[in-house]
């Protein structure tokens, strides 16, 4: 192998102790540079060593990320070199320089790139004697290879373009670089970041993580990536950003303890994304374990991590359950066979691999060996593979495919320029490189793994990776494992992933848990993966994973509140118990009217039955039968007949009753009236005037219900606000007839006007003869029946806000009729059936009296009133009784024994 040093131009001696001056100092021991002598140069840059500490630009040496690069592009060389159809008599050549993953470094290395484009006047030097200084020609590079490190390919970029010298980049995928403006002449064999930025975010997706944070290396790969990762989860959301950390270029002491402290302070983001480069992902992991949250966090990495070893060697609990990115690729097996046959011997070539040697092999040769203090002395004999162990770095493929696009392009021009030439012809000796960039741009052509290697208008490859997870199984064989593939679309194997302790279940990385169904997201402000979440209550659903929605009035919500659902509707069952009781005394109050009916029409010419009035009893017992029989229509199911017969017969019954006692009550009091003052009979007290009257007043009823049907035609309505209740579970439609509260009041209102104006004749008739005509049974029977209705206002009224307002509004209303007609069932006509079954001896006719008898009796009841007022201490007896038929002639009998006695008593 051979040490290159700088070319400075030198003074020729003069004699014997003549000097050459240098002018510049010589090359550190660092700065080696592999030389492969060519036709045409392509310039390298690699990773070889780390980045130095304490001052020093270079560390400890990459085994991997360095040697199997470096020799990855000789290896490519070579082949190219052997290939008759490729670059036919033309050899590559290279100068291969080590970057020490240091940018300012790279970029003071790759001036040697751009010495032969720089020409050199030679009156800048002076000699001693005066003599002419000499420089010594340096190797004229027409394209590079390289570098590793995005933030190193930026640096190296910039000079490079003003130069015109294409760039092939083997690792370096920073966003930034895709800007064909600022870097027209970089392009690269591997994806940029945005499209690896897109494959992490569809595998946070994937996983259902919304809250993540994100960790970068300070510099430009880093710090790029997680720009574009932020950049692609803000534009598409569902993915928001707890934490954005830097792992600075010169950490202090504790400085990744900080890292995972502040990680901590956000305990719900546990996913990790980290675009870090392999030391700072080795430090992390470190950090963590040495904070015992082995379990707690869910890393997420990028191509840096890929599927390396180093980041998780002694740390692989810590690393458990890494998903991480890589470029698709393949091993190169050939490249497998030419590393494995390198030795000390036949690869003099690679400067760093006597380095390499004493690293890999844990060995040390001689007394200028790299490794002091080593016991073991390296033979020379020792093989990679066998006593070592081995395993193809990841981008040993784009190596190799990074030089093979370059010299494909130089083929492609060396074709279109020399046409047939042998070698290079005069037009390629000197190689212009933006028409070489045009070529490069243009390239396809498959790979060293069989994969089309393309660029596009920016110099970016096609976005192409494999997904990773870090797993171990057994409890103890940790090993990556392919779970899917990203090609513009992620494909992921969600069985094949596993997490600690061999969990299948995905861990969760969110701000707020999901809202069960039925609650709605309330966003905190300015995080819009974080929410509170609040239940659709009332009669609200889910309408949108944020908003509540009412339902429609006929709805409610479902028990999920994930939509609505037709509220049921219900009516009065027959067999409930709020029908029960009214049916049954309804049933009970229609057999014995049938019976009175019965007995009057079997016993219809006794005396009994003709004193009672045969007629107005006959309408009353009707009006009876009505106000049970209204009992059945309002209980069944409404429709338009059964809400026709409720409007008809709802007040129709009472109508009956009321206009019957009121026409009785008026003609007893209009009798006594009248005979106060003549003895003349008053005028409309037959049986026929009495059913016209009767009529005439029932008539009205029935007018009135005529208007309504003509005004609002009866039919059925479903009211869902009588059973609204909080509880939307609990409400109901009830299905009814069409009758308000006032359309109620108005039909029963005339019925009660009756009602109320019998009543106050029965309270003007009470001082008649206790056996005339009733008076006394039908007082007692209207007394009755207000009170019945005086209950009932407030307890049909007071229940309008209930949810059982349907039920108790029915019981109550049929029920007080069927009170009312049992009241005057019972008072009036139950005494008389009782005469008439169990003593038809008192069923017998009085003597009649004529009208002026009655009109006699009437006066001496007046006056023997008046006198027992005077005398207080008196006793006063009058018994008058009194018998009509059917041909309205007033009869009477007075006892005189028993008018003496009442005079004499008087007296």
């Not at 490190?149 to 092939?168: C, D, E, H, T």
């Not at 479902?558 to 029908?579: M, Y």
Request: hydrophobic content about 40%; aromatic content about 10%.
């Amino acid at each position: 192998y051979t040490q290159s040093k700088s070319k400075s131009p030198a003074c020729p001696r003069k004699g014997k102790g003549a000097l050459e001056y240098p002018l510049t100092p010589p090359t550190p021991e660092y700065a080696h540079s592999v030389r492969l002598d060519g036709d045409i140069i392509l310039g390298g840059l690699f990773p070889v060593h780390a980045r130095g500490e304490r001052g020093a630009p270079c560390g400890e040496l990459k085994k991997e990320k360095g040697i199997h690069r470096l020799e990855a592009m000789l290896f490519a060389i070579d082949l190219i070199n052997k290939d008759p159809d490729l670059l036919p008599n033309i050899t590559l050549g290279a100068r291969i320089l080590d970057t020490c993953s240091r940018d300012t470094y790279a970029l003071e290395q790759s001036l040697t790139f751009v010495q032969a484009l720089i020409e050199r006047d030679p009156l800048d030097v002076r000699c001693a004697g005066g003599e002419q200084p000499s420089f010594a020609k340096p190797d004229k590079i027409v394209g590079v290879i390289g570098a590793s490190s995005s933030s190193v390919s930026i640096m190296v970029a910039n000079i490079l373009r003003l130069f015109k010298i294409p760039q092939i980049s083997y690792a370096s995928t920073a966003p930034e670089l895709s800007d064909n403006t600022r870097y027209d002449f970089f392009s690269r064999v591997v994806p940029p970041d945005s499209y690896q930025a897109q494959a992490m975010l569809d595998i946070v997706t994937a996983m259902s993580w919304n809250y993540v944070s994100t960790l970068a290396s300070e510099g430009n790969y880093g710090e790029s990536g997680v720009e574009a990762f932020v950049q692609i989860s803000r534009e598409t959301g569902g993915v928001c950003i707890a934490q954005s950390l830097k792992v600075p270029r010169e950490p202090r002491p504790g400085e990744f303890d900080k890292i995972i402290l502040r990680l901590l302070e956000t305990p719900n983001a546990r996913a990790i994304i980290m675009f870090a480069n392999e030391d700072d992902i080795r430090r992390i992991l470190n950090a963590a374990k040495r904070n015992n949250l082995t379990n707690h966090f869910l890393w997420v990495g990028s191509d840096s991590w890929g599927s390396k070893i180093s980041p998780v060697v002694q740390q692989e609990k810590v690393a458990e359950g890494a998903i991480t990115i890589l470029p698709k690729r393949a091993s190169v097996d050939a490249f497998d066979r030419y590393f494995k046959s390198r030795s000390l011997s036949n690869n003099r070539r690679n400067v760093w691999f006597a380095e390499f040697w004493e690293e890999n092999f844990g060995c040390k040769l001689g007394m200028h060996g790299k490794r002091p203090g080593s016991p073991k002395k390296c033979t020379g004999l020792e093989k990679v593979g066998r006593d070592s162990s081995y395993e193809q770095e990841g981008k040993v493929q784009f190596v190799m495919d990074a030089v093979y696009a370059m010299a494909h392009a130089l083929h492609r021009m060396h074709r279109d320029l020399c046409s047939g030439y042998p070698g290079l012809c005069p037009r390629m000796s000197t190689i212009d490189g933006k028409e070489l960039l045009g070529y490069i741009r243009n390239v396809s052509f498959n790979g060293s793994a069989k994969t089309p290697v393309t660029f596009n208008e920016n110099g970016d490859a096609p976005g192409r990776y494999d997904i990773f997870q870090y797993q171990i199984s057994n409890g103890s064989i940790a090993e990556y494992r392919v779970i899917g593939q990203w090609t513009d679309h992620l494909h992921l194997n969600m069985d094949a992933l596993q997490w600690v302790s061999g969990d299948s279940s995905v861990p969760a990385s969110v701000c707020s848990l999901p809202c069960r169904t039925g609650e709605r997201k309330k966003v905190v402000k300015g995080v819009p993966c974080c929410w509170h979440c609040e239940r659709c209550e009332g009669y609200h659903y889910q309408a949108s994973e944020f908003s509540c929605e009412l339902c429609p009035y006929e709805q409610r919500p479902d028990r999920n509140r994930t939509g609505c659902q037709p509220i049921p509707i219900i009516k009065l069952e027959w067999h409930s118990p709020w029908a029960v009781v009214p049916v049954f005394i309804a049933i009970l109050g229609i057999i014995a009217t049938t019976f009175v009916i019965a007995t009057f029409v079997r016993y219809n010419d006794t005396p009994i039955v003709r004193a009672s009035g045969r007629e107005m009893s006959y309408v009353l017992l009707t009006g009876i039968f009505l106000c049970y029989i209204i009992t059945f229509p309002m209980i069944a199911t409404p429709g338009v007949s059964v809400c026709s017969f409720r409007r008809i017969f709802l007040g129709l019954g009472m109508c009956f009753s009321y206009a019957a006692l009121l026409t009785k009550t008026n003609r007893i009091h209009r009798i006594f009236e009248q005979g106060k003052r003549s003895v003349a009979a008053p005028r409309f007290i037959s049986p026929a005037s009495q059913l016209v009257i009767t009529f005439s007043l029932i008539s009205v009823q029935l007018m009135g219900v005529l208007v309504w049907f003509i005004a609002d035609p009866p039919h059925t309505i479903v009211d869902y606000g009588e059973q609204r209740t909080q509880d939307p579970e609990n409400a109901r439609g009830v299905l009814k007839c069409d009758i308000s509260d006032l359309s109620l009041i108005c039909s029963l209102g005339y019925s009660i006007l009756l009602m109320v104006t019998c009543t106050v004749y029965a309270i003007k008739t009470r001082g008649v003869p206790e056996t005339f005509n009733e008076a006394k049974p039908i007082g007692f029977t209207m007394y009755t029946t207000c009170i019945i209705w005086l209950a009932f206002i407030p307890i049909f009224f007071g229940t309008a806000q209930s949810a059982e307002r349907m039920y108790i509004q029915t019981t109550t209303l049929t029920v007080s009729l069927s009170l009312s007609a049992s009241v005057s069932l019972g008072m009036l006509y139950m005494p008389k059936v009782y005469i008439i079954i169990f003593h038809p001896e008192q069923n017998v006719p009085k003597r009649k009296r004529s009208f002026k008898a009655i009109v006699t009796a009437a006066t001496m009841s007046s006056k023997l009133s008046q006198l027992a007022s005077e005398r207080p201490n008196g006793e006063v007896k009058t018994e008058l009784c009194e018998s009509v038929d059917n041909s309205s002639e007033y009869t009477t009998y007075l006892s005189h024994l028993r008018t003496c006695k009442m005079c004499s008593n008087a007296l």
